[in-house]
């Protein structure tokens, strides 16, 4: 049996860790690493003392190796510490929390394959963010994507991260009414890839999108209205930051407090907008995000911008089709919680993890009959768009309509397996939580670089 490490006695007290700023990352990263870096750099020395940076890799062996000296040679001019968590790292790590957790043999294994992914999955780096996050005490989790820039603003040092920070930590003493998450948009790429589609109709891309929503027999629950003029603030800097009623917050350069300690994120390999459960459960229980003005720059790989990778298309088609049945799910698990969410956080602070993963499993296994015509459905959308489209585009994507083709008739039981496991992680999460909390009594995360 594993046995986790004991913590140091004596010694020093473990610095203390109230923000950490992670970036998960499959790819080069510099650009992205500098902009973080420089976003802790600007802040007052009080602030700046309180920040740990965290890379999360799952790259190939000589990417790795580059993105750690840049990450190095970035925070040692940040005078911030930066820790590299590779998989070897996170295998030993995820090993240790468990032993600490002493769950079941059987909810052991179910927890280990769920934490311990292949690339691929969009809740793997932010679910090995908040258990890092409990290990080091953090009080709050920042997340920049890899593939984006942040930027500070030379004059006032305003960037998204003091942003974050200044309403998180209002937020904090503000108790139930203050904010929850905070973050942005983005600008250059979109985050959603649907270039050849949309070369051909606009059409193509409602089609599919509708593909997830209830129908009016589905929507039960009478929804406030968006407020014509949200609430706002002026942060620091004089940046307008305004609550998000309608999921404008992009993950990839959010934070978060409280939130990714209740549940995790779903940690299925390729499945669209499966990092997006810990933002969607605050808008159902109306606990507030803010959106701020500070938006990152979103770049694609040369490859993707290209569209040159066949197989990267195929199995991008394939985690949208997937992303379409787990949305229709969704919609209708959201129209539960509507009901029960004072069933979920009675008390304002306590969250009833194990009850939310028992009401989302019973809405999808309620409803397999409502998501069985979006396969075929989803594909006819790309078979239509393949042949009305002529060169590159027609040829790319006729690619993505033979990976649909070949996923299609086993994409409902994909999303509804990628959701059982989701919901035993999720009742065992706050567990999980503590005990990494506990691993972390010394703060010594250097043992898994």
């Known amino acids: 049996m594993h046995t986790p490490p004991e913590p140091r006695a004596g010694g020093r007290a473990p610095r203390p860790v109230r923000r950490l700023v992670y970036l998960p990352t499959n790819r080069p990263f510099e650009a992205a690493f500098r902009s973080v870096a420089a976003e802790v750099a600007a802040l ?10 965290l890379v999360v890799d799952d790259c190939p062996p000589p990417v790795s190796r580059a993105n750690r000296q840049v990450a190095e040679d970035a925070a040692a001019a940040a005078g911030v510490p930066v820790h590299v968590l590779g998989t070897d790292g996170w295998t030993r790590f995820v090993h240790d929390v468990l032993a600490t957790a002493a769950l079941p043999p059987a909810e052991r294994t179910v ?18 963010a908040a258990l890092v996050a409990a290990y080091l005490g953090a009080r709050t989790l920042h997340r920049r994507d890899s593939d984006q820039v942040t930027h500070v603003d030379p004059a006032s040092g305003t960037s998204p991260l003091r942003i974050e920070a200044e309403l998180l930590d209002g937020g ?19 985050t959603r890839d649907r270039r050849d589609l949309l070369d051909r109709s606009a059409d193509f891309v409602d089609r599919i999108d509708a593909l997830s929503r209830l129908s009016p027999a589905e929507t039960r629950v009478v929804r406030a209205a968006v407020p014509d003029r949200p609430e706002e603030v002026v942060a620091h800097g004089g940046v307008p930051a305004r609550r998000d009623h309608t999921g404008s917050v992009e993950m990839g350069i959010a934070a978060l407090r409280g939130v990714h300690a209740w549940i995790p994120e779903m940690p299925a390999v390729g499945v669209l907008g499966s990092d997006y459960f810990q933002k969607g459960l605050l808008y159902q229980l109306e606990l507030p995000v803010w959106h701020h003005d500070l938006t990152a720059d979103h770049h694609y790989e040369p490859w993707r911008a290209e569209q040159s990778s066949a197989e990267h298309l195929g199995w991008y088609a394939r985690a949208e089709l997937r992303y379409a049945v787990l949305r229709k799910h969704w919609n209708a698990f959201n129209e539960a919680l509507m009901t029960r969410r004072d069933l979920l956080l009675p008390d304002g602070q306590h969250f009833d993890s194990a009850a939310y993963a028992e009401f989302l499993l019973d809405t999808v296994e309620r409803g397999a009959e409502r998501t069985a015509a979006i396969p075929a459905a989803f594909v006819a959308v790309y078979r239509e768009a393949a042949a009305a489209a002529s060169g590159d585009v027609r040829r790319r994507l006729e690619v993505r309509v033979a990976a649909l083709e070949e996923a299609a008739g086993t994409t409902g039981q994909y999303v509804a397996d990628a959701v059982r496991e989701f919901a035993a992680l999720t009742r065992r999460w706050p567990a999980l939580v503590a005990a990494a909390g506990r691993l972390g009594a010394d703060g010594d995360l250097g043992r898994y670089a």
């Open 44 to 53: 007052p020395e009080a602030a700046r003392q309180q920040v740990t940076l």
């Open 111 to 128: 927890a280990e394959g769920a934490l311990c992914k292949p690339t691929g999955s969009y809740g793997a780096g932010p679910n090995k």
């Open 172 to 190: 904090a003493t503000a108790g139930s009414k203050g904010a929850y998450c905070v973050g942005s948009s983005l600008t250059g790429r979109p």
